[in-house]
């Protein structure tokens, strides 16, 4: 039977005649992170840094702020030479204090709408991982196995849950520009589906563009002019890519329709509730989309750098009378200040890429299959033996802390006995509050 075969005890299990490409480890698993990779993202979530903030450079933005820096610290080092040794070069202190207030609305405005992105690509993932548990719960717990078809249906519940997986893991790579199924964490989840995705790829897909060695620092130090352009790949495909999550959804809803039909799934409340999860799936990738594909327009992101330079090149004009050589760390410290809030802007503006403060999708389709993994190990358990406590260690101690008494204890006694201990149970929990 079912309590005496199937527990989450995994002392012992044997699984024969299977090929198993994850033995050892998680089937999203990735490899600990090297020195190469520590200005790479997106973060590790289980990683651990007893460096307190001010000392890390992990996630910081410093690195992209090297070169801005440097020419203002050069820009900054030639007016007060000039002014020390040719001609004083020096304004009104008013000016720095009329333009600060303007740079102050502008950085938190760029800010505020940085992170209200960041914050709702949040959400969106939240809103898609509620979803998917709830789905696969349902779909798990209340299809049927019908006993002459026990194997297919069986079979056929676990690949619908797979589907499930795949579809975040697809969304995860649709929002970094990445439109094909050959990727090592979703083309065994999908290989065997007719996708648009799987139709379009070419071998040369799988070859992975390096870097020049000048184009990595490039990439590396923030230079613009060394970045390439994330949809260059969508640009490139001579074949529909099509929709991939769209797609998969599609075979869950067919998977649903078909257990209806055969008389898997006979209450029309969970169908209701799991045609409602798979809407819900699809409104969390519009969601998502959404926060891609609507920036910050570009006449206010090209203002803002406006003004911030324009007011970080003026600093050293401001600061000379009052701080004469000292006007060049000065003017470095507080280019810093500014510059720094409007790259960590710029970077969070897209929270679903691969940059360190993004959005750690990987972790979160990990966590997923995990959590899926969980759910299909054992058989959806029957609440008759919930009650009875098989599969547990210990006894279904039901009016606990009342009384020891397991469920076979109180099942030998009369209703009016329970209803009395349950009364009994709050006069007892009052007199230890």
């Known amino acids: 039977s079912r309590r005496s075969t199937w527990t989450k005890d995994m002392t012992d299990v044997h699984v024969s005649g299977t090929q198993t490409p994850m033995s050892g480890m998680n089937r999203m698993s990735r490899?600990?992170?090297?020195?190469?990779?520590?200005?790479v993202g997106p973060r590790n979530m289980d990683g651990h840094s007893k460096l307190p903030y001010f000392m890390r450079m992990h996630g910081s933005v410093t690195p992209r702020m090297i070169l801005p820096l440097a020419m203002i610290g050069g820009w900054a080092t030639c007016i007060t030479c000039i002014s020390m040794f040719v001609y004083k070069l020096a304004v009104n202190t008013l000016l720095l204090t009329v333009l600060g207030f303007v740079v102050g609305l502008a950085l938190s405005f760029r800010s505020t709408t940085a992170y209200e992105r960041?914050?709702?690509?949040?959400?969106?993932?939240?809103?898609?991982?509620?979803q998917s548990r709830n789905l696969a719960r349902n779909i798990w717990v209340h299809i049927d196995e019908r006993p002459e078809f026990a194997k297919e249906d069986l079979l056929s519940k676990i690949t619908a849950i797979n589907m499930i997986l795949a579809f975040a893991v697809s969304l995860k790579h649709k929002l970094r520009f990445e439109p094909y199924a050959h990727y090592p964490d979703i083309n065994s989840l999908v290989s065997h589906l007719d996708t648009f995705a799987l139709a379009a790829h070419k071998e040369e897909n799988t070859i992975e563009q390096k870097h020049s060695p000048w184009k990595a620092v490039g990439i590396y130090l923030g230079i613009p002019f060394a970045e390439s352009n994330p949809r260059k790949v969508l640009k490139r495909a001579d074949r529909p890519l099509g929709n991939l999550p769209l797609e998969i959804l599609t075979y869950i809803a067919s998977y649903i329709e078909e257990t209806t039909v055969n008389g898997t799934l006979k209450n029309p409340v969970i169908t209701g509730q799991i045609m409602s999860a798979v809407a819900a799936l699809t409104d969390t990738q519009s969601s998502a989309e959404r926060v891609l594909t609507t920036p910050l327009p570009v006449g206010y992101n090209i203002l803002i750098s406006q003004i911030v330079l324009l007011y970080v090149y003026l600093l050293p004009f401001q600061l000379f009378?009052?701080?004469q050589w000292i006007t060049i760390p000065g003017t470095i410290a507080a280019a810093y200040i500014i510059l720094g809030l409007a790259a960590i802007g710029n970077e969070l503006e897209n929270p679903f890429g691969n940059d360190v403060n993004d959005l750690p999708l990987d972790d979160y389709c990990r966590e997923l299959s995990s959590e899926l993994d969980t759910l299909t190990s054992v058989p959806a358990p029957k609440f008759s033996d919930v009650v009875r406590?098989?599969?547990?260690?210990?006894?279904?101690?039901?009016?606990?802390?009342?009384?020891?008494?397991?469920?076979d204890d109180w099942n030998g006694r009369s209703v009016r006995d329970i209803r009395n201990a349950l009364k009994s149970k709050v006069i007892a929990g009052g007199k230890l509050s």
């Open 118 to 130: 960041y914050s709702d690509g949040r959400k969106s993932w939240a809103t898609l991982s509620v």
């Open 321 to 323: 009378d009052a701080l």
């Open 389 to 407: 406590g098989y599969g547990g260690k210990s006894e279904n101690k039901v009016l606990w802390p009342l009384s020891e008494g397991g469920f």
């Open 31 to 39: 490899l600990e992170p090297g020195l190469e990779d520590y200005f």
